[in-house]
């Protein structure tokens, strides 16, 4: 199964995680709405475009604030290369609502 972000990570701020109690579930991990894009569980393999997400402990603020952050992440680039032609983004976590 593929890696979510906080599993790359290692941030511990999914349900259950250790760093919950001092910041809070991350809003890609709660994403419920994300579920299954990219293979990822909530908003775990979309989470540059889950606005407000935390990134170096610090929060990242809208999709356009953070994509230049983004798109030199290390996850990121990950799920671009597994998943190719096939990467799931913006467009489609906005159809589920």
């Not at 402990?57 to 983004?70: D, E, I, N, S, Y």
Request: with cysteine; glycine share 16%; proline share 3%.
């Amino acid at each position: 199964m593929p890696l979510n972000c906080w599993e790359f990570k290692k941030c511990g701020r999914q349900p259950g995680g250790d760093r919950v109690a001092d910041l809070g579930v991350c809003l890609a991990a709660s994403h419920a709405k994300a579920g299954g894009l990219n293979g990822g569980t909530r908003g775990g393999r979309i989470c540059w475009a889950v606005s407000g997400t935390l990134c170096g402990g610090k929060a990242q603020g809208t999709f356009a604030q953070k994509l230049p952050t983004c798109l030199v992440c290390e996850f990121y680039r990950l799920v671009r290369a597994e998943q190719g032609e096939h990467l799931q983004s913006l467009k489609e976590l906005h159809q589920r609502y």
